[in-house]
């Protein structure tokens, strides 16, 4: 995902009688098995610039042979490698479910957090420390678990389920997901319904999100007349500069209005726009011929992005002779997934979450994930992780998670995935 920070919440006390407890001290004795496995995990250094892929590989087929499921590894770009367990189902010719997550992380800045950020250190209240707790390598195991529970009472599904562990999801998916929804063995995988990736919840609430906001990276370049420092120069690129920077951040004012206004609104039912790159100049006493500017707007599916890329066309031309823009990402997909009660996919979804007395709150994700490859090629994708009670805390210093809270994770998984595998055949299925 890519990096905003949230607020610290304070982890609220365990509820007996709610489906997923915070909290709490860990019960004396052994530690749990699959507590052990997600700190085993956490340890593994799979960290931008460097990830350690091949320990991440290494682990996963350990797994693999554990649960005794097929692993294709299919590389998809050179040291990048999509690796995919399967458990197939009574109905292999059904579409399958797809249990998708990254194995990366994003860098760390050790001098800011109190433990060790690969050490998976866990306090005395159960709070595990480690870059990936939230972020996404919880979800990774909670899926492992719930799989081997599964198998291990017997069940055996209708649809095929896969496990999908992907690279590269937090420098852009493009070495990853990205390229792997345009190779053969995903069209094989013959996906019908994707799960991924979604933020910790701090209220008793679980979020879900059905669509993501588009993220586009735009570079405005300014032109101008060139001169020594000590005169007047007209038509700087200084100044076309400053009037592209006021229109830009003129609308980001009144998009942050709109958002703290209603309060039907959430983060991703706005644009935002941030300024993140200025470039120009070469030294104190000359004004510069050229100067760039660079902006990151994340626009959300309701939009029209033909309309509003107009829109920053006429902020460029009110600002001066020659200005141009290129964009560094410009994501133009607007899919999103149905969230109606008479679609098959969300009423398995939400009717499993509803028998476990688990509150929904439907949401357009912020940020970026994977999903948005996903449902580019028609396949509906919802982001979920199942963290209530749980301050918001991906790329954040002392990112943590409870032990409760992702054991009760498990027990939610293991209920969800049943109910998507046993969605009844389409008619183009039969």
Request: glycine share 6%.
């Amino acid at each position: 995902m890519v990096v905003f920070v949230f607020p610290r919440l304070v982890t609220m006390l365990p509820d007996k009688d709610g489906p997923v407890a915070g909290g709490g001290q860990s019960p004396p004795g052994a530690e749990d098995p699959a507590v052990s496995l997600f700190r085993d995990y956490l340890r593994l250094r799979t960290v931008h610039p460097d990830p350690d892929y091949d320990g991440a590989l290494r682990f996963l087929d350990r797994i693999a042979e554990e649960l005794e499921l097929p692993m294709k590894k299919i590389e998809v770009w050179p040291d990048r490698v999509v690796s995919i367990m399967t458990w197939e189902g009574k109905n292999p010719s059904l579409k399958s479910i797809l249990l998708n997550s990254h194995t990366d992380v994003v860098p760390v800045f050790q001098e800011h957090w109190k433990y060790d950020a690969f050490s998976a250190f866990k306090d005395a209240e159960g709070n595990i420390y480690a870059r990936g707790t939230q972020d996404m390598k919880c979800v990774t195991i909670q899926y492992i678990q719930a799989i081997r529970r599964l198998k291990a009472e017997g069940h055996r599904l209708m649809r095929t389920v896969h496990l999908m562990f992907v690279p590269d999801e937090e420098v852009g998916g493009h070495k990853g997901m990205e390229t792997f929804v345009k190779h053969p063995e995903f069209q094989k995988l013959n996906i019908g319904f994707a799960l991924d990736e979604g933020l910790a919840n701090p209220g008793e609430a679980f979020t879900v999100f059905y669509g993501e906001r588009n993220p586009w990276w735009i570079t405005v370049h300014c032109p101008g007349s060139p001169g020594h420092g000590s005169r007047f120069v007209e038509n700087t690129a200084a100044e076309k500069m400053r009037q592209v920077i006021n229109s830009f951040l003129n609308f980001r004012e009144k998009e942050k209005t709109r958002l703290n206004t209603s309060e039907c609104f959430t983060l991703g039912d706005v644009t935002t726009v941030n300024m993140t790159m200025v470039k120009g100049g070469v030294a104190y006493n000359v004004i510069p011929a050229e100067m760039d500017v660079s902006f990151d707007l994340r626009i959300p599916p309701t939009v029209n992005l033909q309309e509003f890329e107009a829109q920053i066309k006429q902020w460029c031309k009110e600002a001066g002779e020659d200005i141009t823009y290129k964009f560094a990402q410009k994501h133009m997909n607007q899919d999103v997934t149905s969230t109606e009660e008479s679609d098959p996919w969300w009423s398995a979804f939400s009717g499993a979450c509803k028998a476990m007395n688990m509150r929904l709150e439907k949401e357009i994700f912020p940020a970026a994930t994977d999903s948005r490859f996903i449902r580019a090629v028609g396949i509906p994708a919802i982001g979920f992780s199942p963290m209530n009670r749980t301050p918001i805390l991906l790329h954040d210093h002392n990112e943590y998670l409870n032990e409760q809270i992702f054991l009760k994770g498990i027990s939610v998984y293991e209920r969800l995935i049943p109910a998507l595998a046993s969605v009844p055949a389409f008619p183009d299925e039969v």
